[in-house]
């Protein structure tokens, strides 16, 4: 049975309908995405059922370097269509479905993208994915909310940002979340790489770009190290999980695409599900 720091499910869900009465989760909602417009992707069977579990995509409004999308592209990133979209929602989509084949954890079958600025909505989350951080521009607001979220339990996951210049942007916004806790190398033996899957061999995953390009990294030189990292709660749960130089979410996303090698859809939807079960298991 699956424990979360120390609760077993059942305690879970007696949390979670806790949580409930003080905050209720805010209904599903969609929007215009990077590469697909509203609707595009078609919602499986049975979306509008509950589950225990809630693929979470964090919205942010985004520094200068963040993307507009054409026809589609909002500037105000409430509105979608922003750097927050990119592989939403069919990244999302095939995640939930993969955690719900080779997991116990029961996954709702849509995502949900959240606001930090909707009230105490995020509390609901316990495990949120961010796309892009290397974009991102998180207000005080925002940062003090996502830090209070993560030391009550929250796990975040930070994945498809290239090279120094975006480490650098993301690091500014997540020093505001956390200026006295510092951002380490994850070791390979950790719980976190030996869930539901042992990923004693971890390489660079990359994108769609692939296709065309034949590389692996993006940007410069400085793109070509792939490194997991993380910042740690104070009883040593890792709460932070941040996959630099690597495009997962791409790897997801593509992974029905017969011209993408299957070798890197599969590194990256075992990542994502190791650190799910990590996730709601500690």
Request: glycine residues 10%; hydrophobic residues 40%; contains cysteine.
């Amino acid at each position: 049975m699956l424990r979360l720091r120390g609760r077993t499910i059942p305690g879970i869900l007696a949390v979670t309908c806790l949580i409930g009465i003080v905050s209720a989760q805010l209904p599903f909602r969609e929007f215009d995405g990077a590469e697909y417009s509203l609707g595009e992707v078609p919602k499986p069977p049975g979306w509008e059922q509950p589950g225990e579990w809630v693929f979470a995509r964090l919205m942010y409004p985004q520094s200068s370097q963040g993307r507009s999308f054409g026809a589609r592209g909002m500037w105000d990133w409430r509105q979608g269509g922003s750097s927050w979209t990119i592989d939403y929602p069919r990244a999302d989509r095939h995640m939930i479905e993969m955690a719900n084949r080779l997991t116990r954890i029961h996954g709702r079958g849509v995502e949900q993208p959240v606001n930090l600025d909707d009230g105490d909505d995020v509390m609901n989350y316990p495990w949120m994915y961010v796309v892009e951080p290397g974009t991102w521009d998180l207000t005080d607001a925002q940062a003090k909310k996502m830090r209070d979220w993560l030391l009550r339990g929250g796990f975040l996951m930070l994945d498809d940002f290239h090279g120094l210049y975006q480490w650098q942007i993301f690091a500014a916004s997540m020093s505001r979340v956390f200026p006295d806790r510092p951002i380490v190398d994850v070791p390979a033996t950790h719980a976190i790489f030996h869930t539901l899957w042992d990923l004693d061999e971890r390489f660079q995953v990359p994108g769609e770009q692939f296709l065309y390009s034949g590389r692996t990294y993006e940007g410069g030189e400085d793109g070509k190290q792939p490194h997991w990292r993380g910042i740690y709660a104070d009883d040593g749960r890792l709460m932070v999980a941040i996959c630099h130089n690597m495009d997962l979410g791409d790897a997801v996303e593509h992974s029905d695409n017969p011209n993408y090698p299957e070798k890197y859809s599969a590194q990256a939807m075992r990542t994502f599900v190791d650190y799910l079960v990590y996730a709601m298991s500690h």
